[in-house]
């Protein structure tokens, strides 16, 4: 052992684990790496799996990020594949491992341990889960098995809607089979609120997926050719294939047999470094959980960027100690794609923050993705939550078919350094016809949020939280498209003239397209001494 | 006059101008607002107007935004085009008025005036420019007056390679033109260092698009049927039509009738709310300066976002004095695309940084726009600039096919945050694989930006400013399909065998694709004691 060079075991050989064997090879050529990987391969592309079942990444050659031989090469690393670290001897600081193939058991000794063991899918233990036509997603292995399964079938269940199940959901009907979709919230993406989901389950209808929402799964019967899938509520579905994603669980179990101190719901706790309660053994990736600095509380975030960049704070720390840069925490930056829509979130969301009991204001706003004169434009849908007390920037949710990522980008920099409603206000954007407005949509939620903050817009969440009188300020021709139950329309153009058709001695509920326009009739309504609202995200977002 | 609704003129009735109106008609009923603009339309999308010439904006009426009609109706503006204001008296708080057409004069009293007229393209009494065949764009007659005379035209010259020049460079060649693009600087895009221009160059290029370098324009000689231009080095050109794009100069004369106290280059001196040297003149958009927020200076940035939010802050400031919300200064974020590359700044340039003597870093490196192993990814080069003293950001520039826009917006969020090198390296972006990667480009400028300031990446800006010995580490089949001059190629994955190869005794200068394989090589050599340096953004962006 050299305390400049140390030996470094790493288990787990994927995001969080080759980040950090790739980061310590740079500190040192000295140091002896040994990356301990249960499966066959190392370092793929774990996110691009529905991808390659969809067809969309032809090749599968292409995931395979690095292979053990290029890790070897490029990193001088010791590889051992097909290997499975069963016990950690922290006082002895040696971990017990053994082969897949040969069952050989070996004692390795370490300086410093990584523990990068990722999650792994969710299976509760129903009657018939373990019918070979249910299947769950994690590695390449995975991956071959759907995709020969999902070329044989014609009905494939889809349960879950998360992430991977949506994405699945949409390669899968991409190669034309006929899915169906169960979640049991009455949404899909339960991480964003309603409404701003309710778009990306538009578009999987509108592709033929079909949606059961509030169901769960109960048990699997096989039959002959089939399997029966039985949900909660008694319903009964047969499919050749079903494709289960309803969550994941850390893989905990071998630093329990070292004694790691573990969080609420089986993860690894560690500190800004990446350091379990044993200081010489790291956690990262999907395995451990981490600080939220938003609330300052705590989260597990099992995605791909963070367990990359808390890899690599663990080799910092190896070799630097505290002078390495601590991780700073996940705020939960997140983004799907159905088909055209996309949606995602980072920080907050508003049913989250209700769970906590932490106030906070909120605003949804529609804009163009780019100057809606140029060609192309799409509506972005914005939800922004802030805290009312200091203006700080809590949480956001977007969804549409164009900048979506670029505006929750945005919001998770703006999060990451603190900025306030007033700074949304005044972000300089890049800005030119084909890429932006000369007011983003970024802005117009700082617009939006500042107005409610001094007063100057009174909002309504939604056409439910509505009084009776509702004025539909939209031209008379779109507003007889597609009316809005129960509203009266007169034109933005001609509100002025027609005060006197609206009841002041009860309260105006103002909508439009978009939730601009209605804004602008509410200040007008206001300025001439009525109790008016404006409803947020307009019809646009409301019908 | 009535303080809670004052009178509200307001000269110019584009961006920050119309913006200002609908402003203050947000905050009351009751002002009178008059909106004075000397053209025939208000609120037209100036932005938009070389795609409205290249035929990407089919219709005409799409630029206009509103029209003097629905400000009237939307606004209950008092819209009066094409009058010109000729005179401010801001002691009797007047301003003299007068019609184009028929030159009636008119005296109109404010409470408050909003300075919008905007800049004018630079027209140098150079012999021969009052030709009819030399056309600037400003407006919507403008735009008529090229596309009439480009669709008879053959051959064009496009004087001045900034933002406008470039997109008229482009449009115009989409119309089958023959252009020819002429800059006195070295390089397209003058604002842009110039390494980060070349990839726009070469796209030009690439569609049959003639550049001339460092030279200018000296005189127009008209012919029977065409102009002829003479450029400074004497050469001469003939062509149809002239697009002249050689800069702008504020509108200020109007305001020196006033006395306003203006800057060293004309433009009017605002504090943060936008007040003039006279506090019930305002002054917002291309005609004023406002503070540089990262070195503490002044800039004038003639941009439509600035512009339209400018216009808001002074009726704010009208009707909420000093409470309302400070303008924060400009950045001077800005986007252009040419053809299929896009190129774009945030903050400071090298360039500028020299010419103030502020000590800077600087990175450059490359990644790709979404996941490389998901179709459709491009390469984003992204040039970073920051202060070795605090590791603030201080600018950066990106250019590439892809993504350009979004990386722009992040790091322009994260000046505005005064964020760090090292919150680049944490900052978790939306991550899917069509959207981003797990290590985004920016969490890769973070990376490397840290590791220079670490002493872990001593990079070397140009091949021009690397030693004698320089090695390749590109894979040989890449290397020699477009080798580095005086490289010696020795591939990243026999680099450990192969030491014996490289003279100790020497500074050693590595090279590779991107940029990246190179530090990792520079760190292998690093840790074996060599001197050694990575040539930053790799063959991509040297060669």
Redesign the interface.
């Known amino acids: 052992m050299s305390s400049s060079h140390p030996t470094i075991v790493i288990i787990g050989g994927v995001?969080g684990g080759a980040s950090a064997a790739a980061r310590a090879?740079?500190?040192?050529?000295?140091s002896h790496i040994i990356l301990i990987e249960r499966g066959p391969d190392v370092s793929f592309?774990n996110?691009?799996l529905p991808?390659h079942i969809g067809g969309?990444?032809a090749d599968r050659a292409?995931?395979a990020?690095q292979t053990p031989d290029?890790l070897r090469?490029?990193l001088?690393l010791d590889v051992r594949t097909l290997t499975e670290a069963i016990s950690i001897d922290p006082r002895a600081r040696t971990i017990r491992t053994r082969r897949l193939d040969t069952q050989a058991e070996e004692l390795v000794s370490y300086d410093k341990l990584i523990l990068s063991p990722g999650a792994k899918p969710l299976t509760p233990p129903l009657l018939g889960i373990d019918d070979s036509r249910v299947m769950t997603l994690r590695n390449l292995q995975d991956t071959d098995r759907i995709k020969k399964a999902a070329s044989a079938a014609k009905d494939i269940l889809v349960i879950g809607g998360g992430?991977i199940g949506l994405?699945m959901a949409e390669q899968l009907a991409h190669l034309g089979k006929s899915i169906t979709l169960i979640e049991r919230n009455p949404q899909v993406l339960p991480q964003l609120d309603p409404a701003m989901a309710r778009p990306l389950q538009q578009a999987l209808l509108d592709r033929g997926v079909s949606l059961i929402f509030q169901d769960g799964i109960a048990a699997f019967e096989a039959n002959e050719s089939r399997i029966t899938a039985v949900l909660s509520s008694g319903r009964k579905l047969d499919a050749d294939l079903v494709i289960l994603s309803i969550g994941v669980q850390p893989e905990s179990a071998v630093a329990q047999t070292a004694g790691l101190t573990l969080g609420p719901r089986g993860h690894i706790v560690v500190n800004a470094w990446q350091q379990t309660s044993e200081p010489d053994i790291y956690a990262v990736g999907d395995v451990c959980e981490t600080a939220d600095p938003i609330l300052n509380t705590r989260v597990a975030i099992a995605?791909?960027?963070?367990?990359?960049?808390q890899g690599?704070t663990a080799a910092d720390h190896i070799f630097?100690g505290d002078k390495a840069?601590p991780?700073?925490g996940?705020?939960?930056?997140?983004?799907?794609?159905v088909f055209d829509v996309?949606a995602?979130i980072?920080g907050w969301s508003e049913k989250r923050l209700r769970q906590v009991g932490q106030t906070y204001q909120t605003v949804t706003v529609n804009a163009a993705s780019h100057?809606s004169?140029?060609?192309g434009s799409e509506t972005v849908t914005l939800k922004l939550l802030w805290n009312p007390q200091n203006g700080r920037i809590l949480g956001a949710q977007a969804v549409g078919k164009d900048g979506?990522?670029?505006r929750?980008?945005?919001i998770?920099?703006?999060i990451?350094?603190?900025?306030t409603i007033?700074?949304l206000?005044?972000?300089?954007?890049?800005?030119?016809?084909?890429?932006?407005s000369?007011?983003?949509v970024i802005?117009i939620a700082g617009?939006a949020a500042?107005n409610i903050r001094?007063g100057?817009l009174s909002p309504v969440a939604s056409l439910e939280e509505a009084g009776a009188q509702i004025i539909d300020v939209r031209p008379t021709a779109t507003a007889s498209k597609r009316p809005v139950p129960g509203a009266k329309n007169i034109p933005?153009?001609q509100l002025?003239q027609r005060l006197a058709e609206i009841d002041p001695s009860q309260p105006v509920f103002v909508i439009c397209q978009m939730g601009r326009t209605s804004y602008?009739a509410a200040?007008?309504l206001a300025?001439?001494g009525f109790n008016a609202h404006s409803i947020l995200g307009g019809a646009h977002h409301q019908l």
Chains 1, 2 share one sequence.
């Not at 090879?25 to 000295?30: A, F, M, N």
């Not at 996940?330 to 794609?337: D, E, L």
């Not at 206000?425 to 932006?436: I, K, N, R, T, W």
Request: hydrophobic share 40%; charged share 25%; glycine share 8%.
């Open positions: 995001a090879r740079r500190h040192s050529e000295q592309a996110c691009g991808y969309e990444i292409d995931l990020v290029s090469q490029l001088n992430f994405e995605l791909g960027g963070p367990a990359n960049r690599r630097l840069l991780y700073p996940s705020i939960g930056t997140a983004i799907v794609r996309s995602g980072t100057a004169y140029y060609p979506i990522d670029k929750l980008d945005v998770a920099t703006a990451r350094g603190n900025l007033d700074d206000v005044h972000l300089e954007l890049a800005y030119a016809p084909p890429f932006g000369a007011k983003d802005n617009f500042s001094d100057l933005l153009a002025r602008f200040r007008i300025n001439h």
